[in-house]
């Protein structure tokens, strides 16, 4: 796709959530099921069926998606998308490109061993391997487009308001 055929495709979308912003104000749904015989949920993704489980740090057997696995490849995904969005529609000279999503995590916070330990990730680092002949400029505008508009890393950037609910 090129960048005429993106704004083309997006430009009635953009009119109609300027028009009226309700319309722009989607509610996405992740459902899952806790597996009865181990320690494991059963997501459905909208193409197949991932089981996650625990991380063998925790004790699991590594069989398993480990959550903290799927958030980076999440937010790879995210960012990877974005990242070509915004090439074509800059008509960014873009050959081949990689996305790597690391980070580091204390084990002792999840299971409770040290209360200073924090659950979940102390930090994550995203970098793009690019293959262009683009200028720096360039490529510091993509690089500042792709994290101003990937909703995975803006949701983690922006820490959005969070709630816990049991239903029977």
Known sequence: MDAAGLKAMQAPLKDAYRDDASR???TLRAKGSIDDKSI??????GRALAVAGLHPATG???????SGDM???ALVACAGVTLKAVATALEFRLGSAEVEA?????????????KDAPVGFRSIRLVFHLDTDETQERVDTLLKLTERYCVVFQTLASRPELSVAARR
């Not at 494991?40 to 993704?45: P, Q």
């Not at 699991?60 to 480990?66: F, V, W």
């Open 24 to 26: 722009a104000l989607i």
């Open 40 to 45: 494991s949920c059963k997501v459905e993704t």
């Open 60 to 66: 699991g057997t590594g069989l398993e998606l480990c």
């Open 71 to 73: 958030l980076l490849e």
């Open 102 to 114: 690391e980070g580091d995590l204390d084990f002792r916070g999840t299971l409770g061993v040290a």
